[in-house]
């Protein structure tokens, strides 16, 4: 009996025809949105007129004397700008019902008071439509306490190994800048994604609505805990990835207008590297750690050019190197 082979069929929008439902505010679950609607995904934000996304006009310090940091409008606006936007208001909850017929994805993070109110909880939405998935958002499953990127960063061990490179290069140091982008908010936001498509695939096949509780403290543990575990805290200082060695590391240009990041871990690319730019070091010498002299080779070297020169420099290598362009 002959078989037919599958089609094999590509598309950039896998989630084409499905539609979510993004009843979040700040970063994590809009994020999360925002990777779902570039797969193809409809995706709908519901915001409460009386309560908006704080990101959307957030105005940090007091009244009459706010501060001016444009970067929480600059996430609002790009994290939703392909969504639908929808409005809750007292005069159209019927509307909102009806976006909750077509649901086949819920991201939930209004408190239970609320679900009840506007009748969206899984309950509610489960008792609509055949098949769905339905994740609701907490910052822990371990204790109840208000939590930000920061607090989760430090309660996993993470800011560790940022604070020791930072005291290392700045031992007079009266505070420690924490990372600009908020790692814990971003990783959570990719394990909603995922929970959620999981979740949607197993309600597909079981033609049932699937619910699960994910919380923040409990993603970011899960996804870093292997890379960064208790039993590598605290051994060493310093690794390939945070600048131990000269081969992975990034070097300012002249008058330190832009600066080389360079990651030529493996051999050619070290060859290539160092041959390009008539410094004389060994293949070994991309992981001697221990003579600052291989450091201060390459860094005066790569201090001779300018932009415009390392741009030029750089046509044609293919050797691991990028240029870090100053704002």
């Not at 990783?187 to 909603?192: E, K, L, N, V, Y």
């Not at 051994?235 to 002249?254: A, M």
């Not at 750089?314 to 990028?322: H, Q, R, Y």
């Amino acid at each position: 009996m002959e078989t037919t082979a599958p089609k094999k069929t590509k598309t950039n929008r896998p989630l084409d025809g499905l539609t979510v439902l993004d009843f979040t505010s700040r970063l994590p679950g809009p994020l999360a949105g925002y990777i779902l609607e570039q797969l193809g995904a409809q995706v709908i934000k519901i915001e409460s007129e009386s309560h908006p996304d704080p990101f959307k006009n957030l105005k940090l310090g007091v009244q009459g004397r706010e501060v001016d940091d444009v970067g929480f409008e600059s996430w609002y606006k790009n994290m939703n700008k392909n969504k639908e936007n929808f409005i809750l208001t007292h005069e159209n909850t019927e509307q909102l019902q009806s976006l909750c017929k077509k649901a086949h994805m819920v991201i939930m993070g209004w408190p239970k008071k609320v679900q009840e109110k506007y009748s969206v909880t899984f309950e509610d939405l489960s008792s609509l439509s055949g098949w769905g998935s339905y994740v609701e958002l907490t910052a822990s499953h371990y204790h109840e306490r208000p939590l930000h990127d920061l607090n989760i960063m430090a309660d996993q061990g993470l800011l560790g190994l940022h604070i020791k490179q930072w005291e290392k290069k700045n031992k007079t140091a009266k505070r420690i800048a924490p990372p600009f982008l908020p790692i814990a908010g971003a990783t959570f936001a990719q394990s909603i994604t995922q929970n959620l498509l999981a979740c949607a695939l197993k309600g597909l096949m079981d033609q049932n609505w699937i619910y699960q509780v994910l919380s923040l403290e409990e993603s970011i543990e899960k996804t870093w805990q292997p890379l960064y575990a208790p039993d590598l805290q605290g051994v060493q200082e310093s690794f390939l990835h945070s600048g131990r060695y000269p081969c992975y590391n990034i070097y300012p240009l002249k008058n330190h207008r832009a600066h080389l990041a360079i990651a030529c871990i493996e051999e050619k690319f070290w060859t290539e590297f160092t041959t390009s730019f008539e410094i004389e070091l060994s293949a070994e010498d991309r992981f001697n750690d221990k003579d600052e002299e291989v450091f201060t080779a390459i860094q005066t070297k790569i201090a001779e050019y300018d932009v415009e020169t390392m741009q030029e420099k750089l046509k044609g290598l293919n050797c691991c190197l990028s240029l870090v362009l100053k704002d």
